[in-house]
């Protein structure tokens, strides 16, 4: 069964710092989102992505963020100047047509020092 | 996005049938019945969708009466494994883009 895949597992960081999270969504799927679960807390929708620009995003996703599909199969979240407050999991998720058919890929653990 | 309502937590022996119920009193006449299933610190699974009546697939059914304004999902002799949070979402599932909103879910605890 094809999967969302995530790369790094994990990244621990300094505040400040600048990281790039990847993500390689399912081939033929056309729709890319990025969300984040701060440590027991609900899952929080961050930005979606369709035909090479942001589809829509969330009062979380501000100028520190930021996505690309540099390629026909990666799919990047940035975080330009990492805070505290950005330590989460980070989930990138893809979907072919329908919405709530979304599929997750495990998670980047990311915690900021 | 409808608002859903679910139980915060539930608990089960193994084997046993477990349902979850949902409301959803606002759905409106585009929106599908989405259930997901979160382990710890993985990503959110997709287990069933609907629209009304009755769906069944290898992990779950689900459930869903002629008003919609609710649903069950329900999933047959569970084990430790099922342990997780199953999320009710309720959506329109006509636009590709629009984010999945995430409630609190319902944490299904198995017990030995």
């Known amino acids: 069964e094809p999967e969302v895949t995530q790369t790094p597992s994990h990244q621990v960081t300094q505040m400040g710092q600048e990281v790039i999270l990847r993500c390689v969504p399912i081939?033929?799927?056309?729709?890319f989102y990025w969300y984040r679960q701060i440590l027991g807390q609900k899952v929080e929708f961050l930005v979606s992505?369709?035909?090479?620009?942001?589809?829509?995003k969330s009062e979380i996703f501000d100028d520190q963020f930021s996505v690309e599909r540099p390629d026909g199969s990666n799919f990047t979240l940035k975080i330009r100047s990492t805070k505290l407050e950005d330590s989460a999991m980070y989930f990138c998720a893809s979907s072919e047509f329908r919405i709530e058919t979304q599929y997750f890929g495990p998670g980047t653990r990311l915690l900021v020092l | 996005l409808a608002k859903t309502t679910q139980p915060i937590s539930m608990d089960s022996y193994e084997g046993q049938e477990v349902n979850i119920t949902c409301s959803h009193n606002?759905?409106?006449?585009?929106?599908?019945i989405t259930w997901y299933q979160q382990f710890p610190s993985q990503g959110p699974r997709f287990i069933i969708q609907?629209?009304?009546t009755k769906v069944t697939n290898e992990v779950a059914s689900l459930f869903i009466p002629a008003d919609r304004k609710s649903s069950t999902l329900s999933l047959p002799r569970v084990s430790l494994s099922d342990t997780a949070v199953y999320y009710c979402?309720?959506?329109?599932?006509?636009?590709?883009?629009?984010?999945?909103?995430f409630g609190k879910g319902t944490r299904l605890s198995v017990i030995a």
């Open positions: 609907g629209y009304k």
């Open positions: 606002n759905i409106a006449t585009n929106d599908y």
């Open positions: 081939s033929n799927h056309l729709y």
């Open positions: 979402l309720v959506g329109d599932r006509g636009s590709g883009n629009t984010p999945l909103v």
């Open positions: 992505f369709y035909n090479n620009e942001i589809s829509e």
